[in-house]
Nanobody
Framework: QVQLVESGGGSVQSGGSLRLSCAASGATLSNYCMGWFRQTPGAERDGIATLYSDDNIGYTESVEGRFTIYRDNAKNTLFLQMNSLKPEDTAMYYC???????????????WGQGTQVTVSS
């Protein structure tokens, strides 16, 4: 059973940076496709960055060029480096792990508990 624990959230001013971490236990992350999602109250959870099993990466348009998803296999941890943060990036951020059934696809089965990011103007 994969267990994921996020950390690194907090409050930052517009233009600042944060790095989120997603530590895994119970499985080796490199065997899974991984993703970061975010959710604001009353809204759906949206995927923002995905690291596929073939190491391809996809970003949603709103974060491309500002956010970077990467994995440290030695630490069995997924990261999300967030730069040039904007107030609209304020959300609860979740990491997830899953299985790829096709190229550049990921079915997410395991979720962390989330970490809050707040960006003030």
């Amino acid at each position: 059973q994969v267990q994921l624990v996020e950390s690194g959230g907090g409050s930052v001013q517009s233009g600042g940076s944060l790095r989120l971490s997603c530590a895994a236990s119970g499985a080796t992350l490199s065997n899974y496709c991984m993703g970061w999602f975010r959710q604001t109250p009353g809204a759906e959870r949206d995927g923002i960055a995905t690291l596929y099993s073939d190491d391809n990466i996809g970003y949603t348009e709103s974060v491309e060029g500002r956010f970077t998803i990467y994995r440290d296999n030695a630490k069995n941890t997924l990261f999300l480096q967030m730069n040039s943060l904007k107030p609209e990036d304020t959300a609860m951020y979740y990491c997830a792990a899953g299985v790829s059934y096709a190229t550049d696809s990921c079915t997410f089965n395991y979720w962390g508990q989330g970490t809050q990011v707040t960006v003030s103007s």
